[in-house]
C-alpha cells in the first residue's frame, strides 16, 4: 500500500478526533459547546502568546481597562520576564506568564482568558518552584501574586508558611514518584 503523506498534520489532532471519539453521540447543540469551548481554548492561547511578544518588545497597550492591555503593560511596567520556566525536576515545574526579581521582591503574573474565575493557587506554586530553583527562603522575601481575569487585577500576597508548605509537598511528591519509576524499571 502507498500511503498518503500528510506531513502538515503530523502531532496534531483534529477537533473531531478518533482519540477523542465521544463526539459521535453529541447533539448538535452539545457539538456547538464543545467547538466553542475549543475556540476559546486557542484565543486564550493566542491572546498568551500576544501578550508575550508585546511584554518582550515593550509595546505598552492603551490604557483600557481590559484584560490584555492591564496584564501587558503592568508587565512592561514592572519589567518582568514573559514565559519564564520555573524547573524543580523533570516531575515538577511550570512557566510562568510573567515574572520578576528585585530587591528581595517576588512579582508572579498570571493572565487568565477564560471565564471560570481562576484560584490563586497555581501563583502559589509558581512562587514554590522559584524559592526550590533559586535556594531562596520565602520567610526573606516579599511575594506578590496578581491574576488578570475578567478586566480586573486581584492581588495575592501570600504567607511564607503556604509557600513552604508548597515547596515541601513538591519534594515529597518528587521522591515518591521517582522511586515508583524506579519500581517500574526493576
Known amino acids: 500500500m502507498h500511503w498518503n503523506r500528510h506531513l502538515p498534520l503530523a502531532g496534531t489532532h483534529a477537533f473531531l478526533s478518533p482519540s477523542n471519539y465521544h463526539w459521535v453521540n453529541y447533539t448538535d447543540d452539545k457539538l456547538e459547546a464543545a467547538f466553542s469551548r ?3 481554548a486557542k484565543r486564550g492561547t493566542d491572546l498568551h502568546a500576544f ?6 518588545l ?3 497597550l492603551p490604557t483600557r481597562k481590559t484584560t490584555v492591555n492591564l496584564y ?3 508587565g512592561i511596567g514592572y519589567r518582568m520576564t ?4 520555573l524547573f524543580y525536576s523533570v516531575n515538577c515545574y511550570g512557566h510562568a506568564d510573567t515574572i520578576a526579581f528585585r530587591r528581595n521582591f ?4 498570571d493572565l487568565k ?6 484560584s490563586e493557587h497555581q501563583l502559589e506554586v509558581y512562587a514554590a518552584l522559584f524559592c526550590l530553583e533559586y535556594g531562596i527562603n520565602p520567610f526573606t522575601i516579599q511575594i506578590e501574586l496578581r491574576l488578570y481575569q475578567l478586566d480586573e487585577v486581584r492581588v495575592f ?11 515541601d509537598r513538591i519534594k515529597t511528591f518528587d521522591k515518591m514518584i521517582n522511586q515508583w519509576r524506579e519500581e517500574e524499571l526493576q
Not at 501578550?51 to 518582550?56: D, G, L, N, P, V
Not at 514573559?82 to 520556566?85: G, I, K, L, R, S
Not at 517576588?106 to 503574573?109: A, E, N, S, T
Not at 482568558?113 to 481562576?118: C, N, P, Y
Open 82 to 85: 514573559p514565559e519564564q520556566t
Open 106 to 109: 517576588l512579582r508572579i503574573h
Open 157 to 167: 500576597e501570600p504567607e511564607a508558611d503556604v509557600i513552604l508548605h508548597i515547596m
Open 113 to 118: 482568558t477564560g471565564e471560570t474565575v481562576a
Open 58 to 60: 515593550g509595546m505598552r
Open 72 to 74: 501587558v503593560n503592568d
Open 51 to 56: 501578550a508575550h511578544e508585546a511584554i518582550r
Open 38 to 40: 475549543a475556540q476559546a
